[in-house]
T-cell receptor, first 111, second 111 residues
């Protein structure tokens, strides 16, 4: 079993819909990351959070440390949001900052 | 003004050859990473360097040898390439435990 599990694996939505992607992890962490990978391949860090909630534009990320669960929400989705969204966790033991990744959620937003 | 740059972007070569991928970051970060993304798009840490010192080596075959001549560069040399080495390799950097910045990836194809 992967240390980081995401659901759903694939998600298709209509433009304007509210989208939620979930992430559960089974290890101790110091932070959880949400990343976006567009079809062209580049990876961008969206959020890094260790508690509570963060918002950036139409994107919202939440984390519940006790339940070891995080969600990424996209409000008023748009076709340009189509991408793979990847959840990852990090542990700051010493100078070991490696990321352990989920398998990603492929989001397709249709116009 | 690219923050993390990898070269080459594409690398096509024969099995058994030796090849290198270069990575440079101009962000002043102290930690650099190599990740491998397999055909199922799953990302996995390979190496991490902090201030030119190897911190993480995640059970990568010793045909893979990272080299960090200075804090801004982390190159990856691969000996005796095998079919299973075909993947996209991403370089990333961070300032300690801050969000990581990724390069655009190098797509390695072994014939």
């Amino acid at each position: 079993k992967n240390e980081v599990e995401q659901s759903p694996q694939n998600l298709t939505a209509q433009e304007g819909e509210f989208i939620t992607i979930n992430c559960s992890y089974s290890v101790g962490i110091s932070a959880l990351h949400w990343l976006q990978q567009h079809p062209g391949g580049g990876i961008v860090s969206l959020f890094m959070l260790s508690s509570g909630k963060k918002k950036h534009g139409r994107l919202i990320a939440t984390i519940n440390i006790q339940e070891k669960h995080s969600s990424l929400h996209i409000t008023a989705s748009h076709p340009r949001d189509s991408a793979v969204y990847i959840c990852a966790v990090s542990n700051s033991g010493g100078s070991n900052y490696k990321l352990t990744f989920g398998k990603g959620t492929l989001l397709t937003v249709n116009p | 003004d690219t923050a993390v740059s990898q070269t080459p972007k594409y690398l096509v070569t024969q099995m058994g050859n030796d090849k290198s991928i270069k990575c440079e970051q101009n962000l002043g970060h102290d930690t650099m990473y190599w990740y491998k993304q397999d055909s199922k798009k799953f990302l996995k840490i390979m190496f991490s360097y902090n201030n030119k010192e190897l911190i993480i080596n995640e059970t990568v075959p010793n045909r893979f040898s990272p080299k960090s001549p200075d804090k801004a560069h982390l190159n990856l040399h691969i000996n005796s390439l095998e079919l299973g080495d075909s993947a996209v390799y991403f370089c990333a950097s961070s300032r300690g435990h801050q969000p990581q910045h990724f390069g655009d990836g190098t797509r390695l194809s072994i014939l």
